[in-house]
């Protein structure tokens, strides 16, 4: 089938979707969920063969491999969603006019979202149970590399929908495997409503450059923990180790570091200590080097660096008035943080940090649909069109206008 083929079926489909009741997709998410427990050794077992076949090395394995916990994990974030309300016809606002008609702003589904991605197919289930609840139908493009699993999983989701009487045609998933049938994808206008990409800078980029669909923007997440000089030390490095070591491969893991200079001369050694010994590499500017040996040289090009790797680097400031600046300027505007027991500055940071997410005193392992309340997330968003942060059901919607009136006309 080709990508314009599956596209229409979604289209197709969308209406059904976006016409249920709130009852009718809870009873779906129910339906995903269980399929995913039930159907767990089969997807298992497929998600082995993508895992021992992909050679991008251990990050991409971590990204990609599913196990019991996680698979039932994603099956409770999809069950999470059926608590939330449906945002689908919520009035924003309403409001007369002078003419005596009524307006009211009204959510409503996007349509059809397109979901290009990498390596995560957990992502899949994430999606589908998101369109479901938000009333949209779905396009997933998966990377080669997952291939077997989203299979798997789309095919255990619809095949629960299909017996529990709803046409699953709404949920549909490009396998073609090129480069060219990517950008074939971002160029679906009229289909597709939407494209959302997850995943690195370059697969972003591409749907930036190739898409003729509009484009929701996730970023990759250079993100930054920034310890003040009146920082605990006892909080910091439970915050630093979790924000680095929790799991390395995703976006919310910190990758820089910023310490304030009399911070860093009293405890850069207790610092070093706790991330050497998780096997963080470290890189920083010469006045870190100064501070600890095991700290080597940094280029330029490391203070804006993604590792998703044990590797992070350390940055000096004189001061708030100097991490600010430094953390604007190389960040990828995701999520920052920052440890004080000065209220003013911590506040301060929250207010000037110009990031989708900002914490005082918590990690950037936060930054999360699921951990938000969301039931699970689209990807997180750090443009300001729209959506910003992790996207959950009101992001997957718009809005339209609704107006009643009782005969005017126009003067």
């Known amino acids: 089938m080709t990508i314009p083929e599956v596209c229409r079926l979604a289209k197709e489909g969308a209406h059904t979707i976006a016409y249920s009741t709130e009852e009718e997709k809870n009873k779906m998410l129910t339906l995903a969920a269980d399929a995913l427990i039930k159907d767990s050794a089969k997807i298992i077992a497929e998600n082995h063969e993508d895992v021992v076949t992909c050679t991008r090395g251990a990050q991409f394995q971590d990204r990609l491999m599913l196990n019991e916990q996680r698979i039932a994990g994603i099956a409770e974030g999809l069950k999470k969603l ?13 409001h007369t006019a002078a003419s005596g008609i009524t307006i009211e702003r009204v959510r409503v589904p996007f349509g ?9 197919p ?19 493009r998966g990377s080669k590399d997952a291939l077997r699993s989203n ?18 045609s709404f949920i549909q998933l490009i396998t073609d495997k090129t480069r060219e049938g990517a950008h074939e994808f971002m160029r679906q206008k009229g289909l597709i409503d939407v494209l959302i990409p997850r995943g ?10 190739n898409a003729t669909v509009p484009v929701i923007e996730t970023g990759t997440g250079n993100c930054h923990i920034y310890l003040e000089q009146s920082a605990d030390i006892k909080k910091a490095i439970p915050i630093l180790i979790n924000a680095k070591t929790q799991r390395t491969s995703v976006c919310n893991a910190a990758e820089s570091l910023v310490v304030d200079r009399s911070f860093a001369e009293a405890h850069m050694k207790e610092i070093c200590d706790a991330l050497t010994e998780k096997q963080v590499e470290l890189v920083g ?24 790797a ?10 708030i008035d100097e991490a600010i600046p430094f953390i604007n300027e190389h960040s990828t505007s995701h999520s920052e943080a920052i440890v004080t027991e000065d209220e003013a500055a911590g506040e301060r940071f929250l207010r000037e940090i110009d990031s989708a997410c900002v914490y005082k005193n918590a990690s950037t392992r936060f930054s999360d649909g699921f951990e938000f309340g969301f039931g699970a997330e689209m990807g997180i968003s750090t443009q300001k069109l729209h959506a910003r942060g992790p996207m959950g059901l009101r992001e997957l919607t718009s809005y339209k206008f609704v107006i009643r009136g009782s005969g005017q006309t126009r003067a």
């Open 82 to 94: 059926i608590a939330l309300p449906c945002p689908v016809g919520e009035v924003i606002e309403r």
């Open 112 to 120: 059809v979202i397109g979901i290009v991605y990498e390596s995560r």
């Open 122 to 140: 957990n992502v899949t289930a994430d999606a589908i149970g998101l369109c479901i609840k938000s009333g949209n139908a779905v396009v997933l």
């Open 151 to 168: 299979i798997a999983i789309v095919t255990s989701i619809k095949e629960a929908l299909k017996a529990g009487g709803f046409d699953p």
């Open 200 to 209: 690195s800078k370059t697969l972003i980029d591409s749907a930036l450059e």
């Open 285 to 308: 500017d010469a006045e870190a080097c100064a501070l600890d040996g095991r700290i080597a040289p940094a280029t330029e090009e490391d203070f804006y660096t993604e590792y998703n």
């Open 310 to 319: 044990l590797k992070m680097s350390v940055k000096i400031v004189s001061g």
